[in-house]
């Protein structure tokens, strides 16, 4: 594959371009691309050093000063590894923030090696700016909303259609009390950039309406992006009506199948279920007011009585106890309330696959 011209960003994100992030890790864990990995220049203390001496001294002492810290041994690796990366990736990329002083240093420093590798004009700031124009031209595209109960497979459905934008999987999280997964949520960053990503890519096969899951502003820690959370509250809605058997099974699998053997595999066994149990916990701890705090201890000790189940025969039977009751009794009449004050916006309704189907015809 030819290189995109290094100006032409959404290439660089839909082929999925290596890119060499030269920023200081600070400010890489802040936010960076799913294509990127830190090779910085200096590391966070050193970044520091130089720019309490540009402050003060200017730009000419910063530079002297940052070659002092980025000398000899410490030079030579740092560009080892930058070196090992271009071998690896000829097809990418380097940046820092702005593309201007770090990536000069960092480009200059490879050629006296050997490599000649291009930086990204605009550095890491440009990149984001144009991932933030995407979110914001894209809200402007016709979109439906996939409306429901809990349990009805909303995620599920949003990611088998090929013009579905999956909020929660750029957020990693499932946007409830029992929503976060082992792995660590993205940064507020991280989820707008992951986004914009899966939109463009999504635009590059000629979607232009898009498919989302009604959510709330808030999922988990991230907030929706105001131009797409703006958009939703206009947007048509499809509704699933599956049974309450169907839904309590993909929230059995959801939730307690799969959470227990991912903390099992992440912690190992004794740990695992540990931290499992702790995780359920904190789903309810999290909803307990609106529970009430009497209700709330029932439901806590039906659910630690099914997780010692669980453990000790395999069974699930007692985790139907607590996550029936809090269907019945919290889940439902919360979204039955909120789709109320939607009602006109409703456009059809259906079990999963009729809205699937009506979502295929009817948003091309």
């Known amino acids: 594959m030819s ?3 290094c100006e032409d960003f959404r290439q660089l994100f839909v082929n999925d371009t290596p890119l060499m992030d030269m920023r200081a890790p600070v400010e890489f864990a802040q936010g960076a691309f799913p294509t990127s990995v830190n090779r910085p220049l200096m590391l966070d203390a050193e970044r520091e050093a130089v720019g309490t001496c540009f402050k003060q001294e200017g730009q000419e002492a910063a530079i002297a000063l940052g070659h002092e810290l980025v000398n000899g041994d410490i030079k030579a690796e740092r560009v080892a590894q930058w070196k090992a990366f271009c071998e690896a990736n000829p097809n990418g990329y380097l940046y820092c923030f702005r593309g201007g002083l770090r990536s000069a240093i960092t480009q200059q420093w490879l050629k006296e090696a050997g490599i000649d590798y291009p930086k990204v004009v605009g550095g890491y700031k440009a990149l984001r700016r144009f991932l933030i124009d995407t979110i914001e031209q894209v809200a402007e595209q016709p979109m439906t909303l996939i409306g429901g109960n809990t349990g009805c497979g909303k995620t599920i459905m949003v990611n088998e259609l090929e013009n579905g934008i999956d909020l929660e999987g750029a957020a990693n999280h499932r946007g409830s009390s029992f929503g976060r997964y082992v792995t660590e949520q993205r940064t507020q960053i991280d ?7 899966e939109m463009l890519k999504k635009q590059d096969h000629g979607h232009r309406h898009f498919v989302y899951e ?3 502003r808030i999922i988990g820690s991230a907030s929706v992006p105001l131009p797409i959370n703006a958009a939703m509250q206009l947007a048509p809605i499809a509704i699933v009506d599956d049974p309450l058997d169907i839904r309590l099974g993909r929230l059995m699998d959801d939730y307690v199948v799969r959470m227990q053997r991912d903390f099992v595999a992440r912690d190992g066994e004794e740990q695992g279920w540990l931290n499992f149990a702790e995780y359920l916990a904190r789903g309810m701890f999290g909803i307990r007011k609106r529970l009430g705090l009497e209700r709330y201890g029932e439901l806590l000790q039906v659910q630690q009585n099914a997780i010692k189940l669980m453990q ?13 009751p809090l269907l019945e009794q919290y889940y439902d009449p919360m979204y039955t309330y909120q789709l109320s004050k939607k009602a006109d916006r409703v456009v059809f309704r259906g079990e999963y696959d009729e809205v699937k189907a009506w979502l295929k015809e009817n948003t091309r």
């Open 3 to 5: 290189r995109p011209n």
């Open 191 to 197: 989820f707008e950039n992951v986004l914009a990503i």
């Open 312 to 324: 000790s025969n395999g069974s699930l039977d007692g985790h139907v106890d607590w996550l029936k």
């Open 214 to 216: 009604d959510e709330g």
